[in-house]
Every structure is written in C-alpha cells, then in structure tokens.
C-alpha cells in the first residue's frame, strides 16, 4: 500500500470497506441458513438488506466525489468470514453454534463501524460533506446491527440458564 496523502487514504479505506461489504452480500446468507435461532436468522437477512444499501451508498460517494475506487479485497474480512465458515464446519447446529455465529457478527460489526467512523472523520477533514452522512447513515446502521447481536447472544444465554436449570 502506497498511500502518501489523506485523499489516498480515503480512497484506499473507502475501497477496504466496499470489498468488506462485498464480502459479506456473500457471507450473510449462509449465516441465517447455518442459524437455529429463527431471530438470528432473521437478523443476518436483515442484515443483508442493509449491506446492499450500504454498497449503493458507497457507489453514490463515489459517484459524487468523482473518484474511483481499487480493486482489492479487504483481508480482515476475510478472515472474519473464514472464522464464520469454521463455526459452520465445526460447530452442530443449535443454540452452542448460534452463539458463535453473534459472536462473529459482533467481531464484523466491530470492524465496520471502525472503518466507517474513521471515513466519516476522513470526509468531513477532507471537505466530503456530501459524503458525510452517507457515511454517517452507514455508521448508525452498522451500530444499530451491533446492539442488536448483543441483545440476541443475552437471550440465547437466558435460554441456555432455563435450560440448566429444568
């Protein structure tokens, strides 16, 4: 990576993420099928709603900004989404397996909504304001995904105490 200035930078981050979200078009559909949790399931395809909007408003910063991302692909990603496919391959379906599949979305969501406050930061130093709360609307959502995640693994761990204790 050879980045020299903010602008490069930005442009570097901004093309890291859009193959994250890529990645993840991919990734999420075979989470909600590897899920036992109806609301897991639920959430991931929720999820992957929003990341093709997410991917749109990427485009859209582009487009208004006038500049053109790099091909590459975002190796965090990758690995956050290879952990996923060893969950799948090593873990039985049911509550144990549902547990880990959050704690990974968790892991994704921790990465996006780093990458997205750290470009929302980029923009408005750059003077992006029109890309700013696009950004912005991004970060929210990635957040938004986040809480959600917690608040279903709290569940599943509420379940699982029932459960020990009948």
Known sequence: ???????????????DIYSAEKQLTKAL???????SSPELAEAFDLHLDETMGQVDRIDQI???LGIK??????????GLVEEGKEVIEEIEKGPLRDVALIGG???????????YGTLAAMAKQL??????PLLLETLAEE?????????LAEQVGRQKRVEKAA
């Open 62 to 64: 582009v487009e208004l």
């Open 1 to 15: 990576m050879t980045v020299k200035t903010i602008e490069e930078l930005f442009v570097h981050e901004l093309s």
């Open 69 to 78: 991302l790099k091909r590459m692909k975002c190796a965090a990603m990758e």
């Open 127 to 132: 003077g992006y304001t029109k890309a700013v």
């Open 29 to 35: 559909p075979k989470l909600a099928r590897a899920s």
């Open 143 to 151: 957040k938004a995904a986040d809480k959600k995640l917690t608040m």
């Open 105 to 115: 979305g968790n892991k994704v969501e921790h990465y996006e909504i780093a990458s």
